[in-house]
Structure formats: C-alpha cells, structure tokens
C-alpha cells in the first residue's frame, strides 16, 4: 500500500502554503526553494503544484548512476537516499512532471516522499487542491 499526494491544479491557486509547509517539514524553516512541492505559474495564469507521482515506471530511478533513487519495498514510496546521490543530477531532467528540483547543487536533489505516509502540506491546502491517495498494489 502506497500513500502519495495527488493534485487537483483546477483547484490550485497559487497561494504556496504547500511549499512553506513542506520547507518547515523537511527543513526547519520557511524556504520554498527547498520544498518537495513546488508550485509553478503558467503563462495563461494557472497554478500548477509539481510533486512526485511515483510512477511506476520511474524514469528517475533508471537514470540514476549509482542507484540512490529506489521505491522502498514497505512504503512504495521512490526516495532519494541522500547518503548514495553522487550529485550528478541526471535525474532531474528524467523526471517528466517536473517533480524533482536541485536548489543547492552540493546537496541532493529533492523530490517529495510523501512525508513517510502523512504529507504535511495536504491538510494546510485551503482548497483541497492536495489530496492523500492510498494506492492499493496490483489495482
């Protein structure tokens, strides 16, 4: 059973509580460059959050050179393991939904891991543009 953040962008609009929210999980302080949802603003004026949709063809993990990236065999989730990322990059642009940033380029890239099961940031969502998805395996 896997727990990831889905998003309704009809919904979203743009006020980045998903991002300052994220940044204090993970980080300890509000600084949206570091959070593993980002918001993106479209030429047409639409708001587009970007989070991991932990596919199951995880372009990310194949790019990966030294296989920090893996889904983890009890949560489903694909994480980074910062401790094995050689800093290459590579899978950033593998990615394609835009969902893993590089901010600090001598540290890992992030990309959200649905907060162990319980993301912070959908709760704070005020209109329910983020939601909480159990995917259930072989369905």
Same mark, same amino acid.
């Given at each position: ?71 983890? !065999? +009890? ?7 910062? $401790?094995? =990322?050689?800093?290459?990059?590579? @899978? %950033? &642009?593998? #990615? *394609? ?5 590089? !901010? +600090? ?7 959200? $891991?649905? =907060?162990?099961?319980?993301?912070? @940031? %959908? &709760?704070? #969502? *005020? ?13």
């Amino acid at each position: 059973m896997t727990k990831i953040v889905r998003v309704n962008a009809e919904k979203c609009d743009g006020c980045r509580l998903c991002e300052l929210t994220c940044s204090v999980e993970k980080l300890g302080a509000f600084n949206p460059k570091h959070a593993r949802i980002q918001v993106r603003f479209e030429p047409e004026g639409k708001c587009v959050p970007a989070v991991c949709k932990q596919c199951a063809e995880t372009w990310c993990v194949e790019a990966c050179p030294s296989a920090a990236i893996a889904r983890d !065999p +009890q949560s489903g989730i694909v994480r980074i393991n910062d $401790d094995e =990322c050689v800093l290459c990059g590579e @899978c %950033v &642009p593998a #990615c *394609p939904y835009g969902a893993i940033s590089w !901010p +600090q380029e001598d540290r890992p890239p992030l990309k959200c $891991d649905a =907060c162990g099961g319980t993301p912070a @940031c %959908v &709760p704070v #969502c *005020p209109v329910g543009a983020l939601t909480l998805e159990v995917l259930v395996a072989g369905s």
